[in-house]
């Protein structure tokens, strides 16, 4: 089936550690994103690429990196610089059409 | 700068009623779309509903159906015949060429269907 993977589901993590969290897609969307969300609170974009091997910042971007090598891929890095990561982050992808966001099932981040 | 505003954090229906779901936005480009989206309590997203800013007639799937003033710049959400399944977060987007499609997102109205 054609979708969206993000792995691992629940992360916990040590202070001062990075982490990475993983988002797959087999859609061939270009365009994939990641949000961050807090509880209670809405989406807020963290980076975005809309191809291969190039990404931009989103609005919360400090404190977090990304690549893109693959068009299938979007590792979202939290780094020990992001002074609040405990949250919740969902890795999305888009084609063309109306622009319509399909969401992965999202991580869940728990910094100890 | 887009910016979306849902001003009803919560709000609660009787179970087989009709709900409206407000959304308002600003925005100074001419073409862009809104998107309605359901986050259960498991934190999926699923896609509800679009409107596409030159779309003349409100779009509709199913019980959902989007009351889409252009003027006003609201775009409010309506289910119909409400059922408990329907309780969930509920977020308002747009995207908008002009600012290179990515979306974003309104605080967000949790849903609580009574039975």
């Known amino acids: ?112 | 700068a887009q910016k979306i505003t849902q001003t009803q954090p919560g709000m609660f229906v009787q179970e087989k009623e009709a709900v409206t779901l407000d959304c308002t936005y600003d925005t100074s480009d001419q073409s862009y779309g809104l998107f309605w989206y359901k986050q259960p309590s498991s934190g999926e997203m699923i896609f509800l509903i679009y409107q596409g800013s030159y779309d003349e007639q409100n779009a509709t799937e199913g019980r959902y159906s989007l009351n889409f003033q252009k003027a006003r710049k609201s775009a409010n959400l309506v289910i119909s015949a409400s059922q408990l399944g329907d309780s969930a977060m509920y977020f308002c987007a747009m995207i908008s060429p002009y600012n290179n499609n990515d979306m974003r997102f309104g605080a967000g109205t949790r849903l609580t269907v009574k039975p």
């Open chain 1, 1 to 112: 089936d054609g979708g969206i993977t993000q792995s691992p589901k629940y992360l916990f993590r040590k202070e001062g550690q990075n982490v990475t969290l993983s988002c797959e897609q087999n859609l061939n969307h270009d365009a994939m994103y990641w949000y961050r969300q807090d509880p209670g609170q809405g989406l807020r974009l963290i980076y975005y690429s809309q191809i291969v091997n190039d990404f931009q910042k989103g609005d919360i971007a400090e404190g977090y990196s990304v690549s893109r090598e693959k068009k299938e891929s979007f590792p979202l890095t939290v780094t020990s610089a992001q002074k609040n990561p405990t949250a919740f982050y969902l890795c999305a992808s888009t084609g063309a059409g109306t622009g319509e966001l399909f969401f992965g099932e999202g991580s869940r981040l728990t910094v100890l």
